[in-house]
């Protein structure tokens, strides 16, 4: 069974610069999670799709911070204009909505704000 | 708000120890909880699941158990090795009574390095 893809694994913008990311979750999963982890910090959410409807974005930074996703598959999310503090590693997760509902993740998005 | 707390931060062991990684949880209205690993640069690997009606989840040379009613949970390594050296993440998703549709929350992890 193929894991969770994310691409591209590494970016380094300068500030106010826009940047996306992009994640395919599992196969048949209907749960897709955007986090942000900052260095020596646990993951925080960002945003929890149910299929393509948005089920929790309340710590999203709306200003700045975008995401979708379409067809109730993949998903993008973007960043513009970045700021130095967005420089993280960004998460996407998959769980099915039902049953035991484990959560699985991708390698992650390594981004440098300079 | 529920907020998962991981204790120790740091550990150090010799090779062949056996060790125990602390996770509490300040709201015992879970769905279930999961233990990750972490390696440098990596993502997140999932370890064990346990759902909020079981005690305890074992794979191998994990055995990760959960008291929901006093909010904790532990990870136990038997016989540790240098390939276990990584930073250990507890996270719980909150029950809602809306069956699994919550995010799960983490704690800052516990990094664990065995020495050969």
């Known amino acids: 069974e193929a894991g969770v893809a994310q691409s591209p694994r590494y970016k380094i913008i300068e500030k106010r610069q826009s940047v996306a990311f992009w994640c395919n979750p599992i196969?048949?999963?209907?749960?897709l999670y955007w986090y942000q982890q900052i260095l020596g910090q646990g993951p925080k959410l960002l945003i929890q799709f149910q299929n393509n409807g948005v089920v929790d974005d309340s710590q999203l930074p709306k200003d700045r911070f975008s995401a979708e996703r379409l067809k109730g598959v993949d998903s993008t999310l973007k960043i513009q204009p970045a700021k130095l503090e967005d420089s993280a590693v960004y998460l996407c997760?998959?769980?099915?909505?039902?049953?035991?509902?484990?959560?699985?993740f991708g390698q992650g998005t390594r981004l440098t704000v300079v | 708000k529920q907020e998962v707390t991981q204790i120790p931060a740091a550990l150090s062991v010799p090779e062949g120890e056996n060790l125990v990684l602390n996770c509490s949880f300040t709201d015992s209205a879970i769905y279930n909880l999961q233990w990750f690993r972490q390696d440098p640069g990596k993502g997140l690997t999932s370890l064990l699941l346990?759902?909020?009606?079981?005690r305890e989840q074992t794979s191998g040379r994990l055995n990760a158990s959960l008291d929901k009613s006093s909010g904790r949970s532990t990870l136990y390594i038997a016989a540790s090795q240098p390939g276990d050296s990584a930073t250990y993440l507890c996270?719980?998703?909150?029950?809602?009574?809306?069956?699994?549709?919550?995010?799960?929350?983490f704690g800052k992890g516990t990094t664990l390095s065995v020495s050969s």
């Open positions: 346990i759902q909020s009606s079981q």
């Open positions: 196969s048949g999963h209907a749960t």
């Open positions: 997760a998959s769980s099915s909505w039902t049953g035991k509902t484990e959560a699985f």
């Open positions: 996270a719980v998703r909150p029950d809602f009574g809306n069956q699994a549709g919550t995010a799960l929350i």
